[in-house]
């Protein structure tokens, strides 16, 4: 069955350093997404991406967040300048659009010390 | 914005026993509410899932239910099985965005 893909599991980095998620998304889909659960809480929308733009965002992902989908199977969340608070598990998704069913990753789990 | 409001918090049931979790929803345009578990460590699945021209859908054990009117959905799970102790999500929206409830964690008494 086909499945989203994300690595790394784990990265811990430090406080102001850049970090750079990456994912590969199911093959046929078209629409991609990363969300993020701090520990204990609920999952929280950051990003949706379509057609090589950003079709919509929350108000989480400021100017020190970026996405990019820089070949035809990667999905990248690039985090510019880490805060303690960005410590969290990010998933990516995908979609196909037409029926609206995101599919999730295992997540990457990311610890800024 | 949408905000989805779930319960309970915490649901515990004798194995073989229903098990009920409620969400409300508030922006009348979403127009796709799915239910996703979690179990430790991992990503949310997709379970079940029902779209706003729908008011039930059934899948095995599982079933979801939807009241557009009063904006309200619920997932239904029957025979309730020690596999199905794990967190269970609701979400609310379309396909560029899925705002989720805050989790309900189910635990199946053996």
């Known amino acids: 069955e086909p499945e989203v893909t994300q690595t790394p599991s784990h990265q811990v980095t430090q406080m102001g350093q850049e970090v750079i998620l990456r994912c590969v998304p199911i093959?046929?889909?078209?629409?991609f997404y990363w969300y993020r659960q701090i520990l204990g809480q609920k999952v929280e929308f950051l990003v949706s991406?379509?057609?090589?733009?950003?079709?919509?965002k929350s108000e989480i992902f400021d100017d020190q967040f970026s996405v990019e989908r820089p070949d035809g199977s990667n999905f990248t969340l690039k985090i510019r300048s880490t805060k303690l608070e960005d410590s969290a598990m990010y998933f990516c998704?995908?979609?196909?659009?037409?029926?609206?069913?995101?599919?999730f990753g295992q997540g990457t789990r990311l610890t800024v010390v | 914005g949408e905000n989805v409001e779930q319960h309970p918090s915490t649901l515990s049931v004798q194995e073989g026993d229903s098990a009920v979790i409620k969400c409300t929803y508030s922006?009348?345009?979403?127009?796709?509410f799915p239910w996703y578990k979690q179990e430790l460590g991992k990503g949310p699945q997709l379970i079940i899932d029902?779209?706003?021209?729908?008011g039930e859908k059934k899948d095995q054990r599982i079933a979801v239910t939807l009241n557009k009117t009063a904006k309200h959905f619920s997932l239904h799970i029957t025979e309730t099985q020690p596999e199905d102790s794990a967190v269970y999500f609701c979400a609310a929206g379309g396909y560029e965005k899925l705002t989720f409830g805050t989790g309900t964690r189910l635990t199946i008494i053996p």
């Open positions: 998704a995908s979609s196909d659009g037409g029926r609206g069913e995101a599919f």
């Open positions: 991406f379509y057609n090589n733009e950003i079709s919509e």
């Open positions: 029902i779209r706003s021209n729908v």
């Open positions: 093959s046929n889909h078209l629409y």
């Open positions: 922006d009348s345009a979403s127009n796709y």
